[in-house]
């Protein structure tokens, strides 16, 4: 995917570092409500070169995240995405989601919207995979 800012990011590029890929929609209340918490989490690791972490819209566009991200101060990337091509490669409901991979590529950890987990538990989870 292409991150608002022109940045490409791929299964390749997350490869060899832990990462935390998240689905979202800015108008989902569980959205609004994680989003913070993550752009916590993005912000505690910004700099660690083994952590890697990219929020991709489920059928929303520029315009309307870039608000939401503004209101809420957010800094973590975000790709806008017109439809749902990239979210069903991984699930066909369900919003936020959020997946983190250890630096082998496997999913090692998946919340989604009935088990919206802390800062800490993200914050955990994230160093227990650390290389």
């Known amino acids: 995917v292409q991150t608002a800012d022109g940045h490409w990011v791929s299964q390749d590029s997350l490869l060899g570092r832990c990462?935390?890929?998240?689905?979202?929609?800015?108008g989902c209340g569980d959205c609004r409500k994680e989003l913070p918490r993550i752009d916590s989490v993005y912000r505690h690791f910004t700099g660690k070169e083994d952590f890697r972490l990219i929020c991709i819209a489920r059928e929303e566009n520029a315009e309307s995240i870039t608000r939401f991200w503004t209101e809420k101060n957010l800094a973590m990337p975000y790709s806008p995405q017109s439809d749902r091509s990239v979210y069903?490669?991984?699930?066909?409901?369900?919003?936020?989601?959020i997946y983190i991979s250890s630096?082998?590529?496997?999913?090692?950890?998946?919340h989604d919207d009935k088990t919206m987990p802390t800062f800490s538990l993200l914050q955990s989870q994230i160093m227990s995979l650390e290389q």
């Open 88 to 97: 069903q490669l991984f699930a066909h409901t369900g919003i936020p989601r």
């Open 103 to 110: 630096p082998d590529g496997v999913v090692r950890y998946l």
């Open 19 to 26: 990462s935390m890929v998240v689905f979202f929609h800015t």
